[in-house]
C-alpha cells in the first residue's frame, strides 16, 4: 500500500472568510455585463454584498457609504475588463493526471479509453483530491467560476467515498461546483466498453447515488455545491441503470448529465446493441428535458436537433477534446439557429489537454468559422455560450452568467495592460477571444470571495499541488506497468 499523500494544510483560505465584508470593483476599463440588453459600460463600479452584486454604476463609494462595522475591499479595474465568470459544463477532473501520455496522443476516442481504463483502475482517493485542485486551480486562473464535473471511474478496490475526497478538495479552493456521481455498469463481460475492474453493481451505483445526495446536494439560493447524476455513455451502462438514474434525479430535482453522439463508433455501438440511434435511445428512456444535458452532440441529424430544441434538453460543447480525439465538428450554428440550450466544457484533460476555460471559448469561435464562415460566430455571442448558455444548462440561469444587481458575486477581471492586448482595445471584451497570449484572470471572485488575486490562487500553495500531481501520475503509470524509464520531477 503507498502511503497516503495527506493533503493541503489549513491556511487562511477563501473558504474561511465570513460574508461581513464588501468588495467594491472600482473605476473598470470596460464591463461587459453579458445581460440580455447586452450593455457594455467604462469606468464603473461594482459592489459586491453577501455574495451578490449589490450595485453597478458610476462613483458607488458616495452612493453606497460603509455601513458600521462592515469591511470593504477594495479592487482597482482600471486597467481591466470585468465579465461574469465563465461556467464550465463538461470535465472529467480525474483525467488531469493522464494527459499528455505518449500512447494516445494519437488514439481515437474507443482506443484511447481502453488504454486509459486499466490506469483508472488505480485510482484512490489521493488522485481524486489532487487531480480536482489542480483542474480547478487551472479553471479558476483562466475565468471560469463554476464547473460541473463527470467522475465515472469508482474501481471495485477504491473506497466507496471517492466523491467525498472532491468535495474537500473544491471547499478548500473556493470554485461553484456541480459534482456528477457518475457510473458505469455494463463491463466487458457483458458487451460494454469498459474492463470490468472499473465498472459497478447497479444497486452499489444507486446506493452510493442516494449517499451523496444526502451529503453534498444543496437547492438553496447561490449554493456553492450540487448534485448531478450521470451514467457514462451508452456504450458504458444498461438501460436499466439509465431508467432508475432518470428516477432516481427526478424524486429529488437534479439534472442528469451523460456523453451522446461522441463519435461514428458510438453511433455504430447503439445502432449494433439497441437497434437505434442515441438520441433515439435517450428519447426511449426518458432522457430528454430541461434538466438532462448532454456532452458532445457531433453527430446529431437534423431531426434530432429540432427533437433537442423542442424538449429543451441541452449541449455541452467541447470543440477541444473533438478537434484533440478527431471526433468531427459538432453543428454548432444549426444548433443555435434552432434554439438548442448550448453551453460550452473543456472535457477531461486526457483530451484537451488542459483546463483552459476562456482557450476553450476561443476554440469555439475559431471552430465554428471552420465549419461556417467568418460570420458563423461572434465573440460576444461564444463569452454567452460559455456564461448564460452553461449556465442555462446546469439550470443556475436565474443566478450566474451575467452581470446583474441581484445576481452571484461570480466575476473575473482580465488584465488589459499587457503587450499582446497593446493595438487591441477598441473591442476590450473580443480582444480576449482574438489577442492575447496567455487567458489568466487578474483577479476571480466565487460567491463574494476573492480565490485569484494578482493573478495567483488566493491561500492556496500552487507549487504543492503541481508536485502532488505529478507524483500521483507517475505512481498510476508505474501501478498500470507503463512508466516511462525516466523518474518522476522531483521539483
Ligand atoms: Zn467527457
Redesign the pocket.
Known sequence: MPEPLGRLQARPGPQRRSFVSEILIRNAYHVATLSDSGERLSGVDILLRDGRIAALGPKLESKHPLPPGVERECIGAERCVVLPGLVNT?H?LFQTLQRNLPAVQDAKLFDWLLHLYDIWSFIDADVVYWSTLLGCAELLLTGCTTTSD?HYVFPADAPAELLDAQMDAVARIGIRFHTSRGSMSRGRSGGGLPPDSVVQNEDAILRDCERVIARFHDPSALAMRRVVLAPCSPFSVTESLMRDTRSLARRHALHCHT?LAETHDENAYCLERYGRRPLQLMQDLEWLGPDVWF?HGVFFAEEELDLLAQTRTGIAHCPTSNMRLGSGIAPLSAMLARGVAVGLGV??SASNDTSDMLAEVRQALLLARVAGGADALDAETALRLATRGSARLLGRADEIGSLEVGKAADLVLFPLDRLDFAGALADPLAALLFAGLSHRVHTSIVNGRVVVRDGRLAGIDAAEIGRRANTLSFRMLRQAGRAPEFGAPDW
Do not use: S
Request: proline share 0%; charged share 15%; no cysteine.
Open positions: 463538461h472529467h463527470h456523453h456532452a472535457d477531461g
